[in-house]
Nanobody, 119 residues
Framework: QVQLVESGGGSVQAGGSLRLSCAAS????????MGWFRQAPGKEREEVVT???????NYADSVRGRFTISKDSAGSTLSLQMNSLKPEDTAMYYC?????????????WGKGTLVTVSS
């Protein structure tokens, strides 16, 4: 059973930074689609950023230039560096991974880590 565990969430003032991490067990991030999603209170879950099997990244317009996805060389940790945070970035952030290309969707999800940005 693949398990994804997020960490690094917390409270920060607008303009601040946070770094989220996602640790995987029984899964390697190196060759499959992976990404970060978020869900704000009262809103639907939205895609933040994905990185595909060939390394192609796809950022949501709302975070492009502020957030950066990365993975370690061992393929066991996925990270999301979030800079210049805004109150509208407040949400539960989820790590996700798939068994193939991103177009086929995600197969595994973490339980999430909460990010709160105050103005």
């Amino acid at each position: 059973q693949v398990q994804l565990v997020e960490s690094g969430g917390g409270s920060v003032q607008a303009g601040g930074s946070l770094r989220l991490s996602c640790a995987a067990s029984r899964y390697t991030f190196n060759t499959q689609c992976m990404g970060w999603f978020r869900q704000a209170p009262g809103k639907e879950r939205e895609e933040v950023v994905t990185i595909d099997r060939d390394g192609t990244t796809n950022y949501a317009d709302s975070v492009r230039g502020r957030f950066t996805i990365s993975k370690d060389s061992a393929g066991s940790t996925l990270s999301l560096q979030m800079n210049s945070l805004k109150p509208e970035d407040t949400a539960m952030y989820y790590c996700a991974a798939g068994n193939s290309w991103c177009q086929y969707g995600m197969d595994y999800w973490g339980k999430g880590t909460l990010v709160t940005v105050s103005s």
